[in-house]
């Protein structure tokens, strides 16, 4: 069983009213909240200096993006837990905080159980992403650029590698029907080949 009092936690946001009640509420239900910063360059330091097993992070902060810190925290660490507490409840910045390696994307006026919910969950399974409407933000990403279930199918299979026949083989499709589908992707998502079609598939949340 976790003990809440395992997981530490980083603060980073730039409003000290948030950082206050953040910890607050967490230290009450037995959390360690081990740092705070109000800043990029302060996370940075904090999180190098402490250690964390958790950090919630604000998306705009005053000397940087939220997301470019995500990245940079997820790159050193595959084990840190990142939960990100925003006021933008948009799909571009719940899928960018997905695409740059958070486990957990909540809006500021959520629940404080929802909050423990997304910390504990992010400890648990670094791998792991909680984010309210992920699946609705992702099919209306994908209906942007109008593409088709079918097309989606075989977008999918691009990055295992496999050829139009095998891909064909599978969907019990003729290799011909593949490359249609294919051709129209690549014209739907404004690239030239396959490699690049994965590229901008992963980097919208069409794929992951």
């Known amino acids: 069983m976790i003990n809440n009092s395992d997981i530490s936690i980083v603060l980073i ?3 000290q009213v948030v950082r206050e ?3 607050s509420a967490l230290t009450s239900h037995g959390f360690s909240v081990v740092g705070e910063a109000a800043s990029k360059k302060e996370a940075l330091a904090q999180i190098a200096h402490v250690n964390p097993k958790v950090i919630v992070v604000d998306l705009h902060l005053p000397d940087g993006s939220g997301l470019d810190l995500i990245a940079w925290a997820r790159g050193i660490s595959s084990t840190l837990g990142i939960v990100v507490l925003t006021m933008s409840e948009d799909d571009t910045s719940l899928l960018a905080s997905l695409q740059s390696g958070a486990n957990a994307f909540l809006s500021k006026s959520a629940p404080i159980s929802h909050v423990i919910s997304a910390i504990t969950q992010a400890f648990i399974s670094p791998q792991s992403f909680t984010g309210t409407g992920l699946t609705d933000a992702i099919k209306r990403k994908r ?3 109008h593409i088709t279930a079918r097309e989606l199918t075989v977008l999918e299979f691009l990055p295992k590698g496999l050829t139009s026949a095998s891909i064909a083989k599978n969907l019990y499709l003729s290799e011909a ?3 249609s589908h294919l051709a129209s992707i690549y014209r739907k998502l ?3 080949n396959r490699a690049q079609a994965v ?3 992963m ?3 069409i794929i992951s």
């Open 21 to 23: 009640g953040l910890k």
């Open 199 to 201: 590229v901008v598939a």
């Open 203 to 205: 980097k919208n949340g």
């Open 177 to 179: 029907t593949v490359k």
């Open 143 to 145: 209906d942007g650029f």
């Open 13 to 15: 946001d730039d409003h």
């Open 190 to 192: 404004d690239v030239a």
